[in-house]
């Protein structure tokens, strides 16, 4: 799966406004904002860089004033890992990614009833769920008209987005689903506003997310998870244990040195 997933990191930073391949390694940047997680790269399945492979790379992110950041799975690509720290890239972070088959899938609502999913229409809508995520990921982003248009442009896409309304008309919490690449897509932005946690809101878009994609074919589906409390709730939709990712970025001192 290691391959799968990677092969499919490429494809999907392949279709940025902004791409850059250079020595083994594909950059996609989003034109318009400064993110570290929409402006990264990822390295091709098997590709054995050189400390100047890296160096181009670097200056790919510097030109754009871009902190260098890339994120892969390691064991598609064994080579990168060790030529990226020897050039001052340091670990931001690994994570266990889970998989989704239509094997395993234990359909839309896991344990019973489950929230109303729905799929978003309107402006209104879009901003609403732009806005759930914001507060649901502590303001790691803030809600935006650039993020609510991210959305609606995903799922003109090819993508799936899902949310699930709030009792006074807002939303509740919601989640995505990437256009499917190598026969498999990513869902990614599982979040519920704190006021309504504990309620079956990300089992019940995770699952109709799942079950989307399945029913188009796709092979499987997966997807990073931050907790135990979560893993559980992925586990439940039928996500088993696939892999490790890999996320490493330069630090400002090492890049300019």
């Known amino acids: 799966m290691d391959n799968r997933v990677q092969h499919f990191a490429v494809a999907h930073l392949r279709r940025r406004p902004d791409v850059v391949e250079t020595g083994g390694f594909v950059a996609g940047f989003s034109p318009g904002t400064d993110s570290p997680y929409l402006n990264y790269a990822t390295p091709l399945p098997g590709a054995v ?77 879009f901003r609403a769920l732009d806005a759930a995520l914001a507060e649901a990921f502590g303001g790691v982003f803030a809600a935006s008209a650039e993020g609510a248009a991210r959305l609606r442009r995903l799922q003109r896409d090819g993508g799936e987005v899902r949310f699930v309304r709030a009792g006074d008309g807002g939303c509740a919490g919601g989640a995505t689903c990437s256009p499917p690449a190598e026969d498999t897509a990513e869902l990614a932005g599982v979040g519920t506003r704190p006021a309504h946690r504990r309620r079956g809101v990300a089992a019940a878009v995770t699952a109709a997310l799942t079950g989307a994609m399945l029913d188009r074919g796709v092979g499987s589906v997966w997807l990073e998870y931050s907790g135990a409390g979560s893993r559980q709730v992925y586990t439940r939709v039928g996500y088993r244990p696939g892999g490790t990712r890999l996320y490493v970025s330069l630090p400002a001192r090492a890049a300019a040195d």
């Open 49 to 125: 860089p050189t400390g100047n492979d890296v160096a181009a790379l670097v200056g790919t992110f510097r030109e754009r004033g871009l902190l260098p950041r890339l994120e892969f799975a390691p064991e598609a690509a064994p080579g990168v890992a060790a030529v990226l720290r020897a050039a001052g890239f340091g670990t931001e972070a690994v994570h266990e990614y889970l998989v989704c088959t239509p094997g395993s899938f234990a359909g839309r609502l896991p344990g019973g009833d489950g929230p109303r999913v729905e799929v978003p229409g309107t402006d209104e809508e």
